[in-house]
Every structure is written in structure tokens, then in C-alpha cells.
């Protein structure tokens, strides 16, 4: 599984956009990246996924440049209840294992 | 929405006892997985299941045990619960092959074993 760095917390206001980044340096050919969103006391829950360049649907954009070492979740106009831990993952689609890394803590704050 | 429903939120149980983590879904997905969650340890895989009947250890199946003798049903087992096994227990499934291996989650099960 590739190896995924993102930071640890981010703070924000409600309204504001968030853009969370994760570094994946050696995602292999055929790897998905996927982000999931994790409540207190919550199971993970898929949010979106992409290969490569952009991809919308209506709770976040993720944003994958040409050489797909990086990646950005953002999130818009976000709100109290987008209180939660962001988990970036990297895989193929035989993976049976899922690596959650530490995630991101993202606070909203009102 | 695919539902992964996880029979107990929160369970309290004494050192030794067996215990029984249950675990529904409702879309026909083939496999199943359990994990616990720690903090600072993040997820780590425990079991996982193929289909019906079979199953695979994860990372971290010593002291536990599975039995999938239905499609929907994936059960977790403690033979003699312990301390350390106080934990977030997560249940999760997906279709099999699926190109893109998302795995659906259930709410969790907070076990504290006394």
C-alpha cells in the first residue's frame, strides 16, 4: 500500500473552504485515491475517490494533479457538522486492507 | 445506502468471558471485515472473510475468531475476553472484485472489558 502524509489537524470557520492535502509519493500505477470521513464514536464513511484530475460529487471535490503524487479533498462552504477526521487512502481495487494513517482532525469552528 | 449495521454500540464485559460482536449488511456484498480502532494506533484489520464459510486472518487475530455461515452476517468472537481487547470494534463490507475497493462501514461497537 503506498505510503500517504497528511497533515495532522486544520482549523476553520463555518463558511470557509477547506483543502486538505495528501502526499502519496509512490502510488503505483493502478492505485485509487480515496477519502473517508470519520465522526466521534462514528465508523468510517466513504466520501469520494478518484484517479486522476478532478472529481465532484455533492459532498466534496478532489483534486489530483498530472503526476498523481498529491491530492486535494476540499471541502466548501463548511459547517459545524464537517467536524470529523479526514483519512486519505491509497490502494488498488484487489487490496483487501484499508491503511487509515492518522488522518487529519478538522475543527469547524462557528 | 448500503447499511452495515453493528448489533451493540457499547458492550461491557468481565475478563474471560466469550464474546459475540454481530455484524448485518443488507446489500449483498461477498466480503466482510472486522477491525479495531485505537488511538493513536489508528485501524488495524483483525479478520476478513471472502464469502460465506471463508475467512482470512489480518493483522491482528490472536485472541479472536469469525464465523460467516451467512452472506449477510459476519460475526466477531472473543473466546476469553481481556483487557486489552477494550477497544472500537468496526465492522465493514464491500463487493467483491470491486474496482475500486471502497468498504462501507458500520457505526461501531465500544467494547470495555473489566
Known amino acids: 500500500l503506498a505510503k500517504t502524509t497528511q497533515p495532522i489537524s486544520m482549523d476553520s470557520y463555518e463558511g470557509q473552504e477547506v483543502n486538505i492535502t495528501c502526499s502519496h509519493n509512490n502510488i503505483a500505477t493502478n492505485d485509487y485515491i480515496t477519502w473517508y470521513q470519520q465522526f466521534p464514536s462514528q465508523g468510517p464513511r466513504f466520501i469520494i475517490q478518484?484517479?486522476?484530475t478532478k472529481v465532484t460529487n455533492e459532498v466534496a471535490s478532489l483534486f489530483i494533479p498530472a503526476d498523481r503524487k498529491s491530492s486535494t479533498l476540499s471541502l466548501p462552504r463548511v459547517s459545524l457538522s464537517d467536524t470529523a477526521v479526514y483519512y486519505c487512502?491509497?490502494?488498488?481495487?484487489?487490496?483487501?486492507?484499508?491503511?487509515f494513517g492518522a488522518g487529519t482532525t478538522v475543527t469547524v469552528r462557528a | 445506502d448500503v447499511k452495515v449495521t453493528q448489533s451493540s454500540r457499547y458492550l461491557v464485559k468481565r475478563t474471560g468471558e466469550k464474546v459475540f460482536l454481530e455484524c448485518v449488511q443488507d446489500?449483498?456484498?461477498?466480503?466482510m471485515f472486522w477491525y479495531r480502532q485505537d488511538p493513536g494506533l489508528g485501524l488495524r484489520l483483525i479478520y476478513f472473510?471472502?464469502?460465506?464459510?471463508?475467512?482470512e486472518k489480518g493483522d491482528i487475530p490472536e485472541g479472536y475468531s469469525v464465523s460467516r455461515e451467512k452472506k449477510e452476517r459476519f460475526s466477531l468472537i472473543l473466546e476469553s475476553a481481556s483487557t486489552n481487547q477494550t477497544s472500537m470494534y468496526l465492522c465493514a463490507s464491500r463487493i467483491r472484485d470491486s474496482l475500486k475497493n471502497i468498504q462501507y462501514f458500520g457505526a461501531g461497537t465500544r467494547l470495555s472489558v473489566l
Open positions: 487512502l491509497v490502494g488498488v481495487s484487489n487490496d483487501y486492507k484499508l491503511s
Open positions: 446489500m449483498d456484498h461477498e466480503n
Open positions: 472473510s471472502y464469502d460465506v464459510k471463508m475467512k
Open positions: 478518484g484517479y486522476k
